[in-house]
């Protein structure tokens, strides 16, 4: 089993962008009778993505063996790909699994950018990402100091996933969007954090809706609207939360999804 990089930062794949488009089109066409490396070779020989040069595809079967565990932990969303499951649902299922490797973009959305944002930030330039960036170092989590130039490449990269993934809009200057998590998006990440935390309350509170720049008081309010439209079923009771869910797994939930 290869070793996680769960706590690995990299300024290759954050410069590189999100590839959403790439990824769903990639996982569109998976082959589970083939291992990761032989359909990544599969990709590189045959461009089945149409991608505009050599540099570019090699780019991004790069970046995808760096970001996913297709015949493993991803599986299901590769499965919601091949069954042409919206992009609009998609994507924020993409976001969770991308996160899951990238932790510079994790930390980014779920403390830096949702810090701003609760604060009440209006408007983000690359430069404000600059100290938080440089502290990266400090803390630990990069070997030496990053140059200017690679400083301003992983801003402005940062806050380009950002706009992609629907979280901000804009260009030169970035300003928050007003961004909602489609009802079947939400259900399949409390199905994924439930399997990750195993108890009602750690989903509610866990620091991954901060990826989608929601507070716990909306998610528990959303969870509540889903217990009267009778979608789940959550009970609280002081600091007790009960949460059941309709599937067992997001893998179970995303063939329900399936249309």
Same mark, same amino acid.
């Given at each position: 089993m290869s070793q996680s990089r $769960?706590? #690995?930062v990299s300024s290759f794949t954050i410069i590189k962008g999100s590839m959403i488009e790439e990824t769903y089109a990639v996982f569109r066409d998976w082959d589970f009778e083939c291992s990761r490396e032989e359909n990544l070779r599969r990709l590189r020989d045959? @461009?089945?993505?149409?991608a505009s040069s050599a540099n570019w595809l090699r780019d991004v079967c790069w970046v995808l063996n760096r970001r996913y565990a297709p015949n493993g932990r991803d599986r299901a969303l590769v499965n919601l790909a091949k069954s042409h499951v919206s992009m609009d #649902?998609?994507? +924020? %299922?993409l976001l969770w699994h991308m996160t899951r490797d990238e932790f510079l973009v994790r930390d980014f959305l779920? @403390?830096? &950018?949702f810090k701003e944002? =609760?604060?009440? $930030?209006?408007r983000i330039r690359t430069e404000d990402l600059h100290p *938080? &960036?440089? =502290?990266?170092h400090t803390r630990g989590l990069v070997e030496e100091e990053w140059k200017d130039s690679t400083l301003k490449r992983v801003a402005s990269g940062l806050l380009r996933m950002a706009v992609d993934f629907g979280l901000m809009r804009g260009t030169t200057v970035r300003e928050f969007a007003s *961004?909602? %998590? +489609?009802e079947p998006s939400f259900l399949y990440l409390l199905h994924a954090m439930y399997e990750v935390h195993g108890n009602g309350r750690d989903v509610v509170h866990s620091p991954d809706w901060r990826l989608y720049l929601m507070t716990t008081s909306e998610v528990e309010r959303e969870i509540y609207r889903l217990h009267q439209f009778r979608r789940l079923r959550f009970e609280v009771a002081g600091s007790l939360?009960? %949460?059941? %869910? +309709?599937?067992?797994s997001a893998g179970a939930f995303a063939e329900e999804m399936v249309p």
């Open positions: $769960a706590s #690995v045959e @461009n089945w993505i149409g #649902v998609w994507k +924020p %299922l779920s @403390n830096w &950018l944002y =609760e604060d009440g $930030a209006f *938080y &960036l440089r =502290e990266l *961004y909602h %998590l +489609p939360m009960e %949460l059941s %869910l +309709p599937c067992e």
